[in-house]
């Protein structure tokens, strides 16, 4: 067989073999190009349907939701982009108390904008509202199915823009890609990730583009998109599209003066790209350097080259992580004949596979690692710009295939590929399901080639492509069954039911008619457990929030008010005693009940706004700077007693130690001697006052005389624990308890016991409710407060001071609040008020949105640019 015409691309368009303008072809030639430009949609069509159905038959196999009882949301796809999810629902409804800027539901209020570009951006997101909003959990799952075949739609077609050829082929070699390891093991639990596999052939396509001095608006809109439909996958794939771009022009016979022509077109086009992205490029930066800190959880991402290699097997999985880059049997046969496929120019076989290697290794490298991950190791999964190297090897593969390998090529990959298994078919990443879809697929494809390179007629030739197809979608469907059930959630222990419980069911169902926001909150607090979102997915104002962008004013004002936080402050846990409910104005809560009963309790809350008089905070803020004194100074009143604690029955495991309970302190002092099984201490308090333990560093259970029993889980900076109660002091005064520890080392602190004088907390209560309520009116981002006339003091809020707010006071100028005691203040000054306004504005998004006015503005000229460029072409060849 002969080799395949020389593409134009491989001599730039433009340079050497300048394309003509389609609008100016004869219709005989148009014509004729229709059928080859229907048979390609067609092959992304198929090669979309069949990505999807490898997929869903993968998980159908298993039995994996929804095809099945197993469950498929784990981790953060049950903890936060299913609730994210709801709360997109509610927004699409005009249900949920805040807009796109702001969220009212979580973490006592927080900012959304970020969140919204970080886990919603996704254009198959907005798909949610049109399910039941109980049902919101499978249009989740449609997210990634969709961003499956639309990855493998537009990679079929952008490697008919690398290499002419059979689009046939080419949609088998994307269903490899769509349906990656990187995907089945990352992606798809991940939704907003997937666009990244439709980014990246996406912003091929522009830089082909710029190639070929074509479509520069079109192009910088294919940037925008990306950027903003997930702006940290986005920017994996842009590296990525460089990296292809510049070995195209590396490969291409032409100039030094087309080359950086070219160059200057693909950056005006991203720079473009990008200012049009810029609100959620800059909103999501600042939010993400406002955020906790994470720099002190990365995980390493040193890989061992005999697991690094296993890891192109199709099905393979690696504990702990590798790159998950497999890509099929058919591309993995492909690549590695590439270096003997004599039909490519050897300077093009070189630049490809050093551009694989050098990828490959960048993965593993601290320094490189970085730059792919935007100059910061993650803290959770250490790989996720897998895909790229899974893109690079598909399109490699394609690079062999346009050209059909001579049998002597592929009998050389197949050799590659035996020493391959050979070297790693006993590493820990290859399982029977790796090795045996290896085996079978390897000889099959491999089989199946070497009949379709010796010239076969075209009914033969159609047949063998249909029998590369079942083997491409069974070996998609394999890989994806193997790694569901390697990752099954029921083998690491019992296996939790979807999302949407009977549990959460009845709790949005119990709490629906005690809702009367904003006059106070309705958190269904710690009992119910159903996700680290559980406010956004039951529809309620709670603590519960997880998000990358909790930033370091509101987790370190509601620590140090007593609040649990997990993953460095990233994970707020909801209150769950009296004093804080009632400062963050929680009117409602619940009791669980057996298994999925609930009952409905109120408890004392202030009211979203109250004004605490002059100096309040300071008259009650002693004795010392605690948990307990900040808590009083917040509620203006005296309501706790902190007394001091005897070691009735000391152990060596745990001690006194004479400092304060402090969030943010790492662990204790050293104690000599091991743990034993319990250490007893005894305080005096008024009898009928409610005990509470505050010590956020303990790892224990600590169980009180009348049986009550607690567990603390503090590790900080990780893991702070939450104040907790132990129990009511009894008649005599003396309260007892006992912890429980199996750890050396631990310390508790001296003021760890604070005793709640329950009839002055409700006193104080009642008396900031009658004399410093405010009636509340909130917008999506905003607040106004009608005050007691003549209000002196501070008003305050009872939510955080993240940056962004700004408060006004009777009409005057806009100011930013202050924090009290931790809470959103605003000073009223001495001549006495009678109304406030706060507005909440994201960091970033002002100058974001002067970005996107610069981006249209250079978008105009581009076209206009283009138009007149046009037009003096066509001038030319008239005359």
């Known amino acids: 067989m002969s080799p395949a015409p020389t593409s134009p691309a491989s001599v730039l368009p433009g340079a050497a073999a300048p394309r003509v303008r389609s609008g100016l072809r004869p219709r005989t030639e148009r014509s004729r190009a229709h059928p080859g430009r229907r048979a390609g949609a067609l092959a992304a069509l198929v090669s979309a349907l069949m990505s999807m159905a490898a997929y869903c038959a993968g998980l159908a ?52 904008l970020g969140d919204f570009f970080t ?31 639309l990855a493998a739609a537009v990679m079929t077609v952008f490697l008919g823009r690398l290499r002419p050829g059979s689009p046939w082929l080419r949609a088998l070699l994307s269903v490899g890609y769509a349906v990656c390891g990187w995907n089945i093991a990352e992606g798809a639990i991940v939704p907003m990730w997937m666009w990244g596999l439709v980014a990246l052939p996406l912003l091929g396509i522009a830089a082909d583009w710029c190639l070929a001095g074509r479509r520069p608006v079109l192009g910088s809109l294919l940037v925008a998109l990306c950027w903003y439909a997930n702006f940290y996958t986005a920017a994996m794939a842009t590296l990525a599209a460089a990296l292809v771009l510049a070995l195209r022009l590396l490969t291409a016979e032409t100039d030094r003066r087309t080359r950086l022509r070219i160059l200057g077109r693909s950056a005006a086009m991203t720079a473009t790209g990008m200012l049009l992205a810029a609100p959620a490029i800059l909103v999501c930066a600042l939010a993400n350097a406002q955020a906790q800190p994470t720099d002190k959880y990365v995980v390493s991402v040193a890989t061992p080259a005999r697991t690094y290699l296993a890891m192109f097997l199709p099905g393979s999985l690696a504990s702990p992580s590798a790159p998950n880059v497999f ?49 910061a190791l993650p803290h959770g999964a250490p790989f996720r710009e897998s895909f790229v190297l899974s893109g690079f090897l598909a399109m490699a593969a394609w690079v062999c295939l346009a050209r059909m390998p001579r049998p002597r090529a592929l009998l050389g990959g197949a050799a590659l590929l035996a020493l391959l298994v050979a070297l790693t078919y006993d590493a820990q990443p290859v399982g029977d399901h790796a090795l045996t879809g290896t085996l079978l697929g390897g000889a099959a494809v491999t089989a199946l080639l070497l009949f379709y390179a010796r010239g076969l007629r075209r009914p033969a030739r159609g047949a063998v492509v249909a029998l590369l197809a079942v083997t491409v979608l069974a070996g998609a469907t394999y890989s994806v069954y193997g790694l569901t059930d390697l990752l099954d959630p029921a083998k690491r222990g019992p296996a939790r039911a979807q999302t949407m419980t009977q549990l959460a069911l009845n709790t949005r169902r119990a709490l629906g008619p005690y809702d009367d926001w904003p006059a106070s909150r309705t958190d269904p607090g710690p009992g119910v457990f159903v996700t680290n979102n559980d406010a956004m997915l039951l529809g309620t104002q709670g603590g519960s929030y997880y998000s990358s962008y909790i930033t370091k004013e509101t987790a370190g004002a509601l620590a140090g008010l007593g609040l649990g936080e997990a993953m460095g402050g990233r994970h707020l846990w909801p209150s769950r005693d009296p004093v804080l409910q009632a400062l963050l104005g929680i009117g409602t809560t619940l009791d669980v009940i057996g298994t999925d009963g609930v009952r409905v309790r109120g408890t004392p809350a202030l009211p979203l706004v109250t004004v605490r008089p002059p100096g309040s905070d300071q008259a009650y803020g002693a004795p010392a700077d605690s948990v307990w004194a900040r808590r009083q100074a917040a509620l203006g009143a005296r309501v706790y007693t902190v007394p001091a604690l005897s070691a009735r029955a000391p152990g060596r495991g745990l001690r006194l130690s004479p400092d304060a309970a402090d969030p943010g302190a790492v662990g204790g002092s050293a104690a000599v001697g091991g743990p034993v099984p319990g250490n007893t201490f005894t305080a005096r308090c008024t009898p009928g006052a409610r005990a509470f333990l505050y010590a956020p560093a303990l790892r224990a259970d600590v169980a009180a005389a009348d049986g009550l029993s607690e567990g603390f889980y503090g590790d900080p900076p990780l893991r702070v624990a939450p104040l907790k109660e132990l129990g009511t002091v009894p008649a005599d005064g003396r309260f007892t308890f006992t912890v429980h520890t199996g750890e050396d080392g631990q310390s508790l602190p001296a003021d760890a016991l604070g005793c709640l004088d329950v009839p002055a907390f409700e006193q104080a209560v009642r008396t900031l409710r009658e004399t410093g309520g405010a009636t509340v009116e909130t917008g999506g981002h905003s607040l106004t407060a009608r005050l007691p006339k003549g209000s002196t003091g501070t008003a305050v809020v009872a939510t955080t001071t993240p940056p962004g707010w700004t408060c006004s006071v009777d009409g005057g100028p806009a100011r930013p609040p202050v924090a009290y005691q931790g809470l959103l203040g605003v000073p009223l000054g001495k001549g006495g008020a009678s109304r406030i306004a706060c507005s909440y504005l994201p960091p970033g998004l002002t100058a974001g949105l002067a970005g996107t006015g610069a981006g249209a503005l250079a978008l105009v000229g581009m076209a206009v640019f283009t138009r007149l460029r046009g037009r003096r072409r066509g001038r030319r060849r008239g005359r």
């Open 61 to 112: 196999l298993h039995g994996t939701y929804p095809f099945g009882p197993a469950p498929r949301a784990d981790n953060d796809l049950r903890h936060q982009y299913v609730p994210f999810h709801t709360h997109l629902w509610d927004l699409q409804h005009g249900t949920a108390p805040g807009d796109l800027l702001y969220n009212w539901q979580s973490g006592y209020g927080v900012g959304f």
């Open 327 to 375: 890509t099929g049997s058919l591309v993995l046969l492909l690549v590695l004949a590439l270096p003997f496929q004599s039909r490519v120019p050897v300077r093009e076989r070189v630049a490809w596979s050093v551009l694989i290697t050098a990828t490959a290794l960048s993965f593993v490298l601290t320094p490189t690692a970085k730059l792919w991950q935007g100059l």
């Open 119 to 149: 886990y919603l951006a996704n254009p198959f997101s907005w798909l949610v509202g049109l399910f039941p909003r109980d049902q919101s959990e499978f249009p989740v799952f449609l997210v990634s199915l969709f961003s499956i075949g």
